[in-house]
């Protein structure tokens, strides 16, 4: 066992000895709406992933860092002017102004709200750096537990995330250091039957729907409306709850869900060899701490 730090560096209570233990307790804690005063990460892939995956429930969580992997702005030409913009500079100034009032709604403050400047779509291609300082930051900042996506095939940085905050925790432990637990929230992935969302392509006996009562959904709506810029797209995460579960191990050189990746739809110049090699580039340097 080890003990909780609180977020003004108190000691707490007792942590529980195991990463799935940490998450089952912490997700409990959130059901129950029971505040969360240990230091936590929201690691997401983009501006709205805050929204779509936690929603008011970031409120409770009283010691989060929110960081996020990329401004949301893809850098080609038909991409920002697709989502009405000039430059795709014009796009992420947008989009972080827009996080900014979310976070406000969240109660997270300026100084544990963190970003990386990489674009839409390119989260796969900067995995090694990326889980670099998110190991870095979990133990610096005595991180309990990292909410984050799933390894699903839905969006490619949904699944970069989910490969950097995994190989993160990975060389962790081959430090012999304590990583923290990691706590999935469901987004969208591609069925038989076409896009679902707000559930896990593959269902648990430990996954948690959370719903929110009616103040909580009105909170919810401001933070959807805050994203104007994702309107359309957001139109699609309409149920007033958040699903939640510890998250598996992947074998990210595997395909997500079966070989059903709904990226695919939109991104054709990624191909699954493309992938690999980020992911073998990404494991060398986790596995790099075996030789330290």
Request: with cysteine; net charge negative; glycine share 6%.
């Amino acid at each position: 066992m080890r003990r909780r730090v609180a977020c003004d560096g108190s000691d707490g209570q007792l942590m529980p000895a195991s990463p799935a233990s940490a998450a089952r307790d912490i997700i409990s804690h959130l059901g129950a709406r029971s505040a969360v005063e240990t230091p936590v990460a929201l690691v997401v892939a983009h501006p709205d992933d805050e929204t779509i995956g936690l929603g008011p429930l970031l409120k409770l969580l009283r010691c989060a860092h929110a960081i996020h992997l990329t401004d949301g702005a893809r850098r080609d030409l038909r991409g920002f002017h697709a989502a009405g913009f000039h430059s795709s500079e014009e796009y992420a100034q947008a989009r972080a102004v827009e996080l900014a009032r979310v976070l406000d709604l969240a109660h997270v403050p300026p100084e544990r709200r963190h970003s990386f400047p990489i674009g839409d779509q390119e989260a796969f291609r900067h995995m090694p750096c990326i889980a670099a300082a998110l190991g870095a930051f979990f133990q610096t900042q005595a991180i309990e537990a990292v909410f984050t996506h799933p390894y699903e095939g839905g969006h490619l940085d949904h699944d970069a995330c989910a490969c950097a905050v995994a190989l993160a925790c990975q060389r962790m432990e081959r430090r012999g250091l304590k990583p923290p637990a990691v706590i999935e929230m469901a987004f969208y992935h591609e069925s038989e039957h076409g896009l679902v969302t707000q559930r896990f392509c593959e269902e648990s006996e430990e996954e948690a729907a959370i719903a929110f009562d009616q103040a909580e959904a009105l909170v919810r709506d401001q933070m959807l409306a805050a994203h104007a810029s994702q309107t359309a797209i957001l139109g699609l995460f309409r149920e007033p709850l958040a699903r939640l579960r510890p998250a598996p191990r992947y074998d990210f050189r595997r395909p997500p869900n079966r070989g059903h990746i709904f990226y695919h739809r939109f991104i054709e110049d990624v191909t699954p060899a493309d992938w690999l090699e980020a992911v073998q580039a990404a494991r060398i340097w986790a596995d790099s701490a075996q030789t330290q």
